[in-house]
């Protein structure tokens, strides 16, 4: 039982409302969200399996005002300054079951407190996806592909965190050992130009090595996929987000070999998504980013 707050002129409480006066009114919010003048004293949970927003506007909260939010959703939870500022000594991205206080100083300035440190990595779920055939499935900021050529995911990068790991994994192709493939997006739209740079090492399992590269390609290699044998590799982004080169580094399993890739892709644009592609027929495997704490 919650304490009928704020009070006002004439209020009568009862006993029960004041032994109850430690235990906040909650409201839960299953879409991103707006804050009210009527959110003040209160602890606004998210629960959402989608990335939401809680957007913080001006004037609807004075000095020393405080809000609770806490997320129990699967999806992100992003605390986003809308007319008022809001500042962090961590991040504003709440992956499930964090949370914190957002106190005022002033009708146009807040400060978001985390109630504990989030782990050094933190899913992020993608605002949309596009695919050429088969079929794509987000669960839980997981992205299933099940036979689709190429998928895109959507507002995966943003200013909340600098660097990014990407996992793909039980990845198989419908015919032979094509090349799978990433390309940088922005908007809805990949980047295609010849201003990707990487190179390749192998080796193979039977103790032969090689290599390769590009300096003008139209996107980054990762790996050869199979059609019966599952493919692994993880694949770090560095700074997409920054309006300087991108970088990226990748390991794993490729057909029948060890392989790594590394390079950059030379724009200096600020990248909000990607685009696995592959070389011939289809693939189906799984797609799981993970945005990397600033501090």
Not at 25 to 45: E, H, Q
Request: aromatic share 8%; with cysteine; net charge neutral.
């Amino acid at each position: 039982m919650a304490t009928p707050f704020p009070f006002g002129s004439g209020n009568v409480l009862t006993a029960a409302q004041l032994n109850a006066i430690t235990t906040l009114p909650v409201s839960t919010k299953t879409a991103s969200y707006v804050l009210t003048v009527a959110d003040l004293g209160t602890r606004v949970v998210m629960n959402s399996a989608s990335a939401t927003t809680i957007t913080v506007n001006t004037s609807i909260f004075g000095a020393s005002d405080k809000v609770e939010i806490l997320n129990i959703g699967t999806g992100v939870c992003t605390v986003t300054a809308g007319t008022c500022t809001v500042g962090t000594t961590g991040s504003l991205a709440l992956a499930q079951n964090g949370g914190g206080t957002l106190t005022f100083i002033s009708a146009s300035a807040s400060v978001f407190t985390a109630s504990a440190s989030l782990s050094g990595l933190t899913l992020v779920t993608p605002t949309s996806t596009a695919n050429t055939g088969g079929t794509v499935t987000v669960t839980g900021g997981k992205v299933n592909v099940a036979g689709s050529s190429s998928v895109s995911l959507n507002g995966v990068f943003t200013s909340t965190f600098q660097n990014y790991m990407v996992l793909l994994d039980t990845f198989q192709s419908s015919s032979g050992t094509p090349a799978v493939t990433l390309r940088l997006r922005v908007a809805g739209t990949d980047t295609t130009s010849g201003t990707y740079t990487f190179g390749q090492v192998y080796g193979l399992f039977t103790g032969s090595t090689g290599g390769g590269g590009s300096t003008s390609a139209t996107s980054f290699a990762i790996f050869a996929a199979n059609t019966t044998q599952n493919q692994s590799t993880t694949l770090q982004i560095f700074a997409p987000q920054a309006a300087t080169r991108t970088t990226y580094s990748s390991m794993g399993l490729a057909h029948d070999a060890l392989s790594m890739h590394a390079g950059f892709q030379s724009d200096s644009t600020q990248f909000d998504g990607f685009t696995i592609i592959i070389a011939s027929g289809n693939y189906s495997g799984n797609i799981t980013v993970y945005g990397y704490q600033k501090s």
